[in-house]
């Protein structure tokens, strides 16, 4: 059951979350908790993205589309971001972010948050068959991997630390994950979770290679009443490659929440060496 943490803490999301600044200058600054293997967890990056949309004054509405393009390595340390509402309509509103260093850009984004209302609905995509997820062991990292100990995650199959350098016939991983220690869903979270996949050529190849995000593609499925309504249940997030080569991938990745909802989609572009 979760319980918050003792006042003196910060939950290690809502430390990397931490912004100063108002409208649309901002200033943030990496945390090691979240360190990848060349410069900060993508996914963390994203979610700052949204959490920076979310501050400003004039934000209609929930997230809808984030779409982030990593233009290099983030240097560990501090970060501006530059928040631009581009235009907004009666139900979307259009939203431009770059994140620098030195003067420099390092990231760039666009988003679309809106309003939601009821209309027709339906679900094409399959939730997979799995079993419930307190009857899988939780997946252990080595420290190297620092980004991964943030999150609970229980393989239903392809786990990374199952790779034996033999190539398989698919690239599929299915886990069932939350944030470590658990934190109640929201839409910053729920945003770097999409990208809680390691890449899908390590799958492939039965191996680590040199890889790294391009640019990713996030769809939200759910307003916030949504997502505050999961708490602190288990995701199931499962993750596949279509096309390999030249240098390149993409992998496609849904997240689902234990009553069978679809809450995020997300594609990206991965480049990669071998």
């Known amino acids: 059951m979760w319980s918050a943490l003792p006042d003196s803490e910060i939950h290690s999301v809502d430390d990397a979350l931490e912004l100063t600044g108002s409208g649309e200058k901002l200033s943030g600054r990496t945390t090691p908790e979240y360190a990848n293997m060349v410069g900060p967890f993508g996914g963390a990056t994203a979610a700052v993205v949204v959490r920076a ?25 501090d970060f501006d971001l530059s928040v631009r509402p581009v235009r907004t309509n009666r139900a979307t509103q259009h939203w431009s972010v770059e994140i620098s260093q030195d003067g420099a850009a390092v990231t760039t984004a666009t988003a679309v948050f809106g309003f939601r209302r009821s209309t027709w609905s339906a679900t094409e995509a399959t939730f997979p068959s799995v079993p419930d997820a307190e009857t899988i062991a939780e997946q252990s990292f080595p420290d190297v991997y620092a980004w991964p100990q943030n999150y609970e995650m229980r393989f239903v199959e392809g786990g990374l630390m199952e790779l034996d350098g033999s190539e398989n016939s698919d690239s599929v991983s299915t886990l069932w994950l939350r944030d470590k220690p658990v934190r109640p869903l929201d839409f910053p979270a729920l945003t770097s979770m999409a990208d809680a996949f390691y890449p899908r050529i390590f799958r492939r190849l039965g191996r680590p290679t040199v890889a790294g995000t391009v640019s990713m593609t996030t769809y939200f499925h759910a307003d916030a009443a949504t997502l505050a309504a999961y708490g602190t249940d288990y995701i199931l997030g499962t993750a596949r490659g279509q096309a390999f080569g030249a240098g390149y991938f993409d992998q496609t990745a849904q997240l689902w929440g234990v009553g069978k909802n679809l809450l995020a989609t997300s594609h990206q572009v991965v480049y990669f060496k071998g």
Do not use: A, E, K, M
């Not at 400003?56 to 290099?72: K, M, Q, R, Y």
């Open 53 to 77: 949309i979310q501050r400003h004054p004039d934000v209609i509405g929930d997230p809808v589309s984030l779409t982030v393009n990593f233009l290099g390595p983030i240097s560990y340390g």
